[in-house]
């Protein structure tokens, strides 16, 4: 069974989705972290693959950049592929000063410039919010495994290279942790069709010092965020099986 954007079977995904940004992570993750790890999906080039973790079974598959790119393949993988839980693991912009380089943002919510939810034809504004048991599991095993960890809003922007040099401190003001370009069109998606979602983060720049992070640095990060999203994934997958 193919959908416009994955070439893969129903049974190919496991009911939990680890998602970064660039297919390159994705592969990362699964040469590093997974065991028996199979090519699932490589339609231009988004390469999603399965394995195990620890016994359980666990997909990494990634987004592209942006709010449409992730959304596709958020709705394809919820509504044909049989998949319960997606956790983004990319990188963010930090935007608040308690906010440091290498700490990891939770996205609570994921404040948004996007016209994505239009399409609902809501006569207010949809709080497009992370799923609370995966949050909650994320700040957990987050805390006990040391790691410099923030919960609150994102801002899911459709723009990266914005001609207004004071939106950055528009939205601080209001107190957004970081910015990002995917988490909001990821939890509407999980919202509309009764899913889950959440988006775990590590801030690679800072918007308000200007600093940034080494490669290496990013690649260290990234892996401790990938060891929390799959120990998060491993907790779902237990609950699932309560069911
Ligand atoms: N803007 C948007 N997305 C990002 C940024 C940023 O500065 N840093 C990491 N992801």
């Known amino acids: 069974m193919a959908t416009p954007h994955i070439a893969a079977e129903k049974g190919d995904f496991a009911k939990t989705v680890l998602m970064p940004g660039d297919p390159l992570r994705a592969k990362f993750i699964a040469e590093n972290f997974l065991e028996n790890a199979v090519l699932v999906n490589n339609v231009r080039g988004i390469q999603g693959y399965t394995g195990e973790y620890r016994g359980k079974k666990v997909s990494v598959m990634a987004s592209g950049m942006g709010m449409p790119s992730i959304s596709i393949y958020a709705y394809e993988l919820y509504n044909f592929f049989g998949v319960e839980n997606i956790i983004r693991v990319g990188t963010a912009g930090g935007m608040n000063k308690d906010v440091h380089l290498r700490d990891i943002v939770l996205g609570q919510g994921a404040c948004t410039d996007t016209n994505f939810a239009l399409q609902y034809g809501l006569n207010g504004n949809l ?6 048991s995966l949050l909650k599991k994320a700040y957990d095993i987050g805390n006990e495994m040391g790691l410099s960890i923030h ?20 939205w601080s003001k209001l107190g957004v942790l970081a910015v990002e370009m995917e ?4 939890y509407m998606t999980a919202q509309r069709f009764g899913k889950k979602a959440l988006a775990i983060c590590t801030v690679s720049d800072h918007l308000l010092t200007g600093e940034s992070t080494s490669a290496e640095e990013r690649q260290t990060t990234f892996t401790d965020m990938m060891k929390l999203a799959l120990e998060v994934a491993l907790t779902s997958s237990f609950s699932e099986k309560k069911k």
């Open 127 to 132: 709080c497009p919010i992370a799923d609370f």
């Open 183 to 186: 988490a909001a069109a990821l």
């Open 151 to 170: 919960v609150g809003n994102l801002y899911s922007t459709d723009v990266f290279y914005n001609d207004d040099s004071t939106n950055t401190e528009k």
